[in-house]
C-alpha cells in the first residue's frame, strides 16, 4: 500500500529554525522539498546564503573516528539513547573534537619527527651495508689526505675485466666487499697525484660512487649494529606514540561518539536550509519550510507545533495547488515488505497508483511454486532463506524463504520430496506423467493447460488493475478503449470463455460468443483514438490524415491480436518447468542407482544441491520475466519518486 500525504508549509524567525529542525522535524519523517520551487507565485523570498560552521568539525570527527576502535550496533544504540546525549549540546561535542583534535596534531607531529629520523637512519644503514667486510674504521678513512679513496659498486662483468687486464698494471689498491648477482661493492686508494686517471679508468668500466656521510663510528661493521640498535629503538619511540594515541582515542571513544552524532545532527540540521526560502525583510526575516509528511505524522506534528507560539504551520489538502507531485512512501505487511525490492528495481508506484507488491508477492511465490515443486527442496529453500534472512536481513533471503513455502505445498500436491515420487501420494497429480484430452488438439500435458489457464486469470486480473489505476489518473483512453482496458478486457474474456466452452465441448454457446463478442471490442480498440476524442467532448474527433490512421490501425490492432496470443503462451513456460523439474530430478536418481536398488546417496545429495541451486536460479529469473513483461507492463507505471524522509532516518 501507499501511505497517503499532507503537503505542509511551516515558518517562523529566520533565527529559531535550528531550534524547528531539532525539536520537531528531527522526529518525524518529512520529505522535504524546495521551498523556492513550490512557492514560485510569491515575492521576495530568497535562499539562504549561510555556510555549515558544523560542517569542519564534522569532518575531523569522521578521521578520528576511523582511526578508533570500532563501537559495537548495542554500545551505539546504548549512547544514543541515553540521558547524556539527550542533554548533550553542540557546544560541548565541538570543544571535545577540537582539544582531541589538537592532542592527537602534537602526537602524530612528534611522530613525524621520529620518523624522520627512522628514515635518515635507514639511510644512513643501506649506504652503509654493502661495504662491512672493511675491516677499517670509515672515519679514518675519511680523513685520508695523500692517498684518494672511492667507495662504490662494479657489476660483475666490468669488475672481472678490471681485475684480469687492468688492476696488475696501475697504482691501485682495491678492496672487494660484498656482492650480489649484478654488482660487487668495493673501495679502492690511490695516490691522490692519480686519482683522476684512475676515476677516468674505473668510470670507463661503469663504476657507480657512494658518498659517505662523516658520521659513522667505527668499521662499517660496528657502525651497521650501532645504526641496528638505533633503528629498533626508534622504531620502539614511534610504537609509543602510536600506543598512546590509540589509548587517548580509546578512552574517550564513548565521548568522540556522542560528539560526532550531535555534530552530524546539527549538521544535517543546518543544511536545511539548502531547501528553505527567507523573506526579504531586513528586520523581520523569516524562513519558510515545505514538504510531505504521511498522514499520522502530519496529525501528530500539528498538534504538537500548535502550541509553539513561535512557528507556524499550514496542511494543503488540495494537491492540485501544489507544484511538486507527492512522493511514494511504500507502508505494507511484514511478510510482503522483502518484495519491495523488485518493484523498487522496477520502478516505484505514483502516488496514486495502485501498489502492486502484495499482488507480486503472491504470484511471485505461487508461479515458482508451481514451476519448482518438490516438498523437500522447498523445505530447504524456506529454512535456508529464513535462517539468513535472520542473520543478515536479506530481502532476497526472505523471498527465497516465500517461495520455499509454496514449493513445499506444490510438493505435496506432485507427491515430490527430493525427486522421488514413491514416498508420499501425489495429492493433486504427477506433472510428468498427468495426461488430458482436448478437443481439437488431443492429449496434451495437464500442467500445460492449468499453466494457460492460470495466465489468462491473471491476465484478466491486470488488465481490471490497468482499468483501476487509468481512471485514478483520468486517463480516459487507457481506461475504456485500450488494449488493456474495458474493451480489452471485454474481447480477452469473451475469448477466454469462448476456448473453455469449445475445450469442455459446449460449441453452440462458444461460436454465439464468437459472433457477438469479437468484432465489437476490436473496433473499439481500433477507434479508441477517436472515441477518447469524443468522450472528452473535442472539436477534431478524426485525424487529418486518415488514410495512414487506417493503414496504422490495422497494423496495431495485427500486433494487438498476436500479443494477446503470445502472452498468453508465454504462461506455457510455468508448465513446462514443472514438468522439467520432475524430468531432471528423475535423472538424478537414475544416476544414483535408485532404479536398481543399490543408490548411492553422495550423488543423490549432490544431484538434489545441483538442481536446486541452477534451476531454483533460472526459475526465480523466469518468474520475475513474467511479472516484469506479462503483469506489470499491462497496468502498472511505475513512474513513482521515492519518499526520502529528512526527519529521523537521516538526523
Given at each position: 500500500?501507499?501511505?497517503?500525504?499532507?503537503?505542509?508549509?511551516?515558518?517562523?524567525?529566520?533565527?529559531?529554525?535550528?531550534?524547528?529542525?531539532?525539536?520537531?522535524?528531527?522526529?518525524?519523517?518529512?520529505?522535504?522539498?524546495?521551498?523556492?520551487?513550490?512557492?514560485?507565485?510569491?515575492?521576495?523570498?530568497?535562499?539562504?546564503?549561510?555556510?555549515?560552521?558544523?560542517?569542519?568539525?564534522?569532518?575531523?570527527?569522521?578521521?578520528?573516528?576511523?582511526?578508533?576502535?570500532?563501537?559495537?550496533?548495542?554500545?551505539?544504540?546504548?549512547?544514543?539513547?541515553?540521558?547524556?546525549?539527550?542533554?548533550?549540546?553542540?557546544?560541548?561535542?565541538?570543544?571535545?573534537?577540537?582539544?582531541?583534535?589538537q592532542e592527537i596534531q602534537k602526537l602524530d607531529s612528534d611522530?613525524?619527527?621520529?620518523?624522520?629520523?627512522?628514515?635518515?637512519?635507514?639511510?644512513?644503514?643501506?649506504?652503509?651495508?654493502?661495504?662491512?667486510?672493511?675491516?677499517?674504521?670509515?672515519?679514518?678513512?675519511?680523513?685520508?689526505?695523500?692517498?684518494?679513496?672511492?667507495?662504490?659498486?662494479?657489476?660483475?662483468?666490468?669488475?672481472?675485466?678490471?681485475?684480469?687486464?687492468?688492476?696488475?698494471?696501475?697504482?691501485?689498491?682495491?678492496?672487494?666487499?660484498?656482492?650480489?648477482?649484478?654488482?660487487?661493492?668495493?673501495?679502492?686508494?690511490?695516490?691522490?697525484?692519480?686519482?683522476?686517471?684512475?676515476?677516468?679508468?674505473?668510470?670507463?668500466?661503469?663504476?657507480?660512487?657512494?658518498?659517505?656521510?662523516?658520521?659513522?663510528?667505527?668499521?662499517?661493521?660496528?657502525?651497521?649494529?650501532?645504526?641496528?640498535?638505533?633503528?629498533?629503538?626508534?622504531?620502539?619511540?614511534?610504537?609509543?606514540?602510536?600506543?598512546?594515541?590509540?589509548?587517548?582515542?580509546?578512552?574517550?571513544?564513548?565521548?568522540?561518539?556522542?560528539?560526532?552524532?550531535?555534530?552530524?545532527?546539527?549538521?544535517?540540521?543546518?543544511?536545511?536550509?539548502?531547501?528553505?526560502?527567507?523573506?526579504?525583510?531586513?528586520?523581520?526575516?523569516?524562513?519558510?519550510?515545505?514538504?510531505?509528511?504521511?498522514?499520522?505524522?502530519?496529525?501528530?506534528?500539528?498538534a504538537e507545533i500548535e502550541n509553539d507560539p513561535e512557528t507556524?504551520?499550514?496542511?494543503?489538502?488540495?494537491?492540485?495547488?501544489?507544484?511538486?507531485?507527492?512522493?511514494?512512501?511504500?507502508?505494507?505487511?511484514?511478510?510482503?515488505?522483502?518484495?519491495?525490492?523488485?518493484?523498487?528495481?522496477?520502478?516505484?508506484?505514483?502516488?496514486?497508483?495502485?501498489?502492486?507488491?502484495?499482488?507480486?508477492?503472491?504470484?511471485?511465490?505461487?508461479?515458482?511454486?508451481?514451476?519448482?515443486?518438490?516438498?523437500?527442496?522447498?523445505?530447504?529453500?524456506?529454512?535456508?532463506?529464513?535462517?539468513?534472512?535472520?542473520?543478515?536481513?536479506?530481502?532476497?533471503?526472505?523471498?527465497?524463504?516465500?517461495?520455499?513455502?509454496?514449493?513445499?505445498?506444490?510438493?505435496?500436491?506432485?507427491?515430490?520430496?527430493?525427486?522421488?515420487?514413491?514416498?508420499?501420494?501425489?495429492?493433486?497429480?504427477?506433472?510428468?506423467?498427468?495426461?488430458?484430452?482436448?478437443?481439437?488438439?488431443?492429449?496434451?500435458?495437464?500442467?500445460?493447460?492449468?499453466?494457460?489457464?492460470?495466465?489468462?486469470?491473471?491476465?484478466?486480473?491486470?488488465?481490471?488493475?490497468?482499468?483501476?489505476?487509468?481512471?485514478?489518473?483520468?486517463?480516459?483512453?487507457?481506461?475504456?478503449?485500450?488494449?488493456?482496458?474495458?474493451?480489452?478486457?471485454?474481447?480477452?474474456?469473451?475469448?477466454?470463455?469462448?476456448?473453455?466452452?469449445?475445450?469442455?465441448?459446449?460449441?453452440?454457446?462458444?461460436?454465439?460468443?464468437?459472433?457477438?463478442?469479437?468484432?465489437?471490442?476490436?473496433?473499439?480498440?481500433?477507434?479508441?483514438?477517436?472515441?477518447?476524442?469524443?468522450?472528452?467532448?473535442?472539436?477534431?474527433?478524426?485525424?487529418?490524415?486518415?488514410?495512414?490512421?487506417?493503414?496504422?490501425?490495422?497494423?496495431?490492432?495485427?500486433?494487438?491480436?498476436?500479443?494477446?496470443?503470445?502472452?498468453?503462451?508465454?504462461?506455457?513456460?510455468?508448465?513446462?518447468?514443472?514438468?522439467?523439474?520432475?524430468?531432471?530430478?528423475?535423472?538424478?536418481?537414475?544416476?544414483?542407482?535408485?532404479?536398481?536398488?543399490?543408490?548411492?546417496?553422495?550423488?543423490?545429495?549432490?544431484?538434489?544441491?545441483?538442481?536446486?541451486?541452477?534451476?531454483?536460479?533460472?526459475?526465480?529469473?523466469?518468474?520475475?520475466?513474467?511479472?516484469?513483461?506479462?503483469?506489470?507492463?499491462?497496468?502498472?507505471?511505475?513512474?513513482?519518486?521515492?519518499?526520502?524522509?529528512?526527519?529521523?532516518?537521516?538526523?
Amino acid at each position: 500500500m501507499i501511505e497517503k500525504m499532507k503537503f505542509l508549509s511551516i515558518t517562523g524567525h529566520k533565527g529559531d529554525i535550528d531550534r524547528v529542525v531539532d525539536q520537531y522535524l528531527s522526529r518525524y519523517e518529512i520529505h522535504l522539498e524546495n521551498a523556492l520551487s513550490e512557492l514560485k507565485t510569491v515575492p521576495n523570498l530568497r535562499p539562504f546564503t549561510e555556510n555549515n560552521p558544523y560542517k569542519k568539525d564534522l569532518q575531523k570527527s569522521e578521521e578520528l573516528l576511523a582511526s578508533c576502535q570500532n563501537v559495537s550496533a548495542e554500545e551505539n544504540h546504548a549512547l544514543t539513547n541515553s540521558p547524556r546525549y539527550q542533554n548533550f549540546t553542540v557546544e560541548e561535542a565541538v570543544a571535545i573534537v577540537q582539544n582531541l583534535d589538537q592532542e592527537i596534531q602534537k602526537l602524530d607531529s612528534d611522530k613525524a619527527k621520529l620518523q624522520k629520523e627512522l628514515d635518515q637512519l635507514q639511510i644512513s644503514q643501506n649506504q652503509i651495508q654493502p661495504f662491512r667486510d672493511l675491516n677499517y674504521r670509515v672515519s679514518s678513512i675519511l680523513q685520508f689526505k695523500y692517498v684518494g679513496f672511492r667507495f662504490g659498486r662494479i657489476p660483475h662483468d666490468y669488475y672481472k675485466k678490471f681485475m684480469d687486464y687492468v688492476y696488475d698494471t696501475i697504482d691501485v689498491v682495491m678492496h672487494k666487499c660484498q656482492e650480489d648477482v649484478q654488482y660487487v661493492w668495493v673501495v679502492y686508494f690511490v695516490p691522490d697525484v692519480i686519482t683522476d686517471k684512475i676515476d677516468a679508468i674505473l668510470a670507463s668500466l661503469h663504476f657507480e660512487r657512494f658518498f659517505l656521510p662523516d658520521e659513522y663510528e667505527g668499521t662499517p661493521t660496528e657502525a651497521s649494529q650501532l645504526l641496528d640498535e638505533k633503528i629498533e629503538a626508534m622504531r620502539v619511540k614511534i610504537q609509543e606514540v602510536d600506543q598512546e594515541i590509540l589509548q587517548k582515542l580509546h578512552s574517550q571513544r564513548k565521548d568522540l561518539l556522542l560528539a560526532h552524532k550531535r555534530l552530524e545532527r546539527f549538521s544535517t540540521n543546518f543544511d536545511v536550509r539548502r531547501l528553505a526560502a527567507c523573506t526579504n525583510h531586513e528586520d523581520h526575516t523569516f524562513y519558510i519550510l515545505c514538504g510531505w509528511m504521511s498522514e499520522t505524522d502530519a496529525a501528530a506534528f500539528c498538534a504538537e507545533i500548535e502550541n509553539d507560539p513561535e512557528t507556524f504551520f499550514f496542511v494543503e489538502d488540495d494537491h492540485n495547488n501544489i507544484v511538486s507531485k507527492p512522493p511514494t512512501k511504500l507502508k505494507n505487511p511484514g511478510i510482503f515488505r522483502p518484495f519491495e525490492m523488485f518493484i523498487k528495481m522496477y520502478g516505484l508506484p505514483a502516488y496514486g497508483e495502485i501498489d502492486p507488491t502484495i499482488i507480486l508477492g503472491l504470484t511471485y511465490s505461487f508461479l515458482f511454486g508451481f514451476m519448482f515443486g518438490d516438498a523437500g527442496q522447498g523445505l530447504c529453500l524456506l529454512l535456508g532463506g529464513f535462517l539468513l534472512y535472520r542473520a543478515k536481513k536479506l530481502s532476497l533471503a526472505a523471498i527465497i524463504s516465500c517461495c520455499g513455502f509454496f514449493s513445499t505445498i506444490f510438493g505435496f500436491l506432485f507427491g515430490s520430496v527430493f525427486g522421488f515420487e514413491n514416498i508420499l501420494k501425489a495429492v493433486w497429480l504427477h506433472p510428468k506423467n498427468a495426461m488430458m484430452h482436448l478437443p481439437f488438439i488431443g492429449n496434451l500435458n495437464t500442467v500445460f493447460v492449468v499453466a494457460v489457464a492460470l495466465g489468462m486469470g491473471i491476465v484478466l486480473m491486470t488488465m481490471l488493475l490497468n482499468v483501476i489505476n487509468s481512471l485514478h489518473s483520468q486517463d480516459l483512453e487507457k481506461a475504456y478503449f485500450d488494449t488493456n482496458g474495458i474493451a480489452g478486457i471485454v474481447f480477452y474474456a469473451s475469448l477466454t470463455i469462448m476456448v473453455f466452452l469449445y475445450m469442455s465441448g459446449h460449441v453452440l454457446p462458444a461460436t454465439a460468443i464468437l459472433l457477438v463478442m469479437f468484432l465489437l471490442p476490436l473496433l473499439v480498440i481500433f477507434f479508441k483514438e477517436p472515441l477518447t476524442a469524443l468522450v472528452e467532448k473535442k472539436t477534431e474527433i478524426m485525424p487529418k490524415e486518415k488514410g495512414m490512421f487506417f493503414v496504422q490501425g490495422f497494423f496495431e490492432l495485427f500486433e494487438v491480436l498476436l500479443s494477446y496470443f503470445s502472452n498468453t503462451l508465454s504462461f506455457v513456460r510455468v508448465g513446462a518447468f514443472a514438468v522439467s523439474h520432475a524430468a531432471m530430478m528423475e535423472v538424478v536418481l537414475m544416476l544414483g542407482g535408485v532404479e536398481s536398488g543399490s543408490p548411492n546417496w553422495l550423488v543423490i545429495i549432490l544431484g538434489n544441491l545441483f538442481v536446486c541451486g541452477m534451476e531454483g536460479l533460472i526459475v526465480g529469473i523466469q518468474v520475475l520475466r513474467l511479472e516484469y513483461y506479462e503483469l506489470f507492463s499491462r497496468f502498472y507505471r511505475g513512474t513513482g519518486r521515492e519518499f526520502k524522509p529528512y526527519g529521523k532516518t537521516n538526523l
